[in-house]
């Protein structure tokens, strides 16, 4: 009975044997096919191994054949993913600050059993978790299950707010204050994630970093039902620059030309820039006056001006006029 039961797994055992064993570069040929289930306790003849390599392609499965000396050999030649693929995932993965170093390396493992053993070892090598800024937290992973589950049941969630001290201690906020909130979505931005939803406490719409929350628990309370202006102020906590609260001004921008690369990372390929002599170029675009944006645009120096609307002018000279009034000598 045992053999019997070996016998049915030969499909799933060649459909992983060419998953994990054969690619572009490494082929098997039918000999060693029948050699190698056998050593698993599968007996395989050579016109059943070409009937069954046939059954596996009519399954969807893309097996190419080859020649190894005067044999045919076999290889899985498509995938799921492409190799340029799986490299971006995997390095997204590694350089992703919200997941820890442990989940960093448990995904990128994860995601090599998407290739080839052979492939999978260099897909392993080119990333380096080691020496990039992750997360310490590794309750997120459960808390954005919660959050999801929120939001796709439209029920209130709690939690505990956390911040940091100068001495590198995360402490409760508000004495461990429990926050009640209404879920609308997930914002990812900046390595980090927002939760954007509707706070019970503050009676408005807010963002929390979603690894500074702890003890979250779903609720069987219904949500908030978001009102129009509590629609507008969700699009508008989404934005880059929104978690601050400043207001959305259209804005005309000055750039020096070699800041166009810059510029377009910005503002996307939607954005429409014109020139305005033959150094510079001009760009009016919707923008929310907050501490972020401001960071944005003061690192260009004299590269960067601001050209219109007057109120936005005047809050950059004054801004820059605070930030020289902490390096006066009194």
């Known amino acids: 009975m ?18 994990s064993k054969t690619d ?3 082929s098997i040929t039918g000999a060693k096919l029948i050699e190698t289930l056998a050593a698993d306790g599968i007996k395989a003849e050579r016109k059943t191994i070409y009937d069954d390599i046939k ?13 190894d000396g005067h044999s045919n050999a076999y290889y899985l030649a498509q995938r799921t993913f492409q190799d340029e693929e799986l490299f971006v995932l995997a390095d ?17 493992k994860k995601i ?15 990333f380096y978790v080691e020496n990039r800024v992750k997360n310490f937290n590794e309750q997120i992973y459960y808390t954005i299950n919660k959050i999801q589950a929120g939001i796709f049941n439209e029920t209130e969630i709690r939690f505990k707010y956390t911040e940091f001290n100068p001495d590198k201690k995360q402490v409760l906020k508000h004495g461990g204050e429990v926050y009640t909130v209404s879920p609308y979505s997930l914002v990812w931005e900046n390595e980090n994630y927002y939760l954007v939803c509707y706070c019970n406490k503050h009676e408005k719409i807010c963002r929390y970093r979603v690894d500074r929350m702890v003890n979250v628990e779903n609720t069987d309370t219904e949500r908030r039902k978001a009102s129009d202006e509590d629609k507008a102020e969700i699009a508008n906590q989404q934005s880059v620059y929104g978690m601050y609260g400043g207001k959305l001004e259209s804005v005309t921008m000055q750039f020096d030309n070699s800041l166009a690369n810059a510029v377009i990372d910005k503002f996307g390929m939607n954005c429409h820039p014109h020139r305005n002599s033959e150094n510079t170029f001009c760009l009016t675009a919707d923008v929310q006056i907050a501490p972020t944006f401001w960071g944005w645009f003061f690192q260009f120096g004299t590269k960067a001006r601001i050209l219109a ?5 005047e809050q950059a000279a004054e801004y820059i006029e605070e930030l020289g009034s902490c390096y006066k000598k009194v």
């Open 309 to 313: 609307p007057e109120n936005v002018v």
């Open 55 to 67: 059954t596996l392609c009519d399954s969807g499965m893309d097996i190419e054949t080859t020649k």
């Open 112 to 126: 090599q059993s998407l290739t080839s053993d052979y492939k999978a070892k260099q897909l392993r090598r080119m």
């Open 92 to 108: 997204a993965v590694a350089s992703c600050r919200f997941l820890t170093k442990k989940k960093s390396q448990e995904l990128i």
């Open 24 to 26: 572009e570069s490494h």
């Open 2 to 19: 045992a053999g019997l039961s070996r016998q049915k797994q030969k499909l799933l055992t060649m459909k992983k044997l060419f998953e």
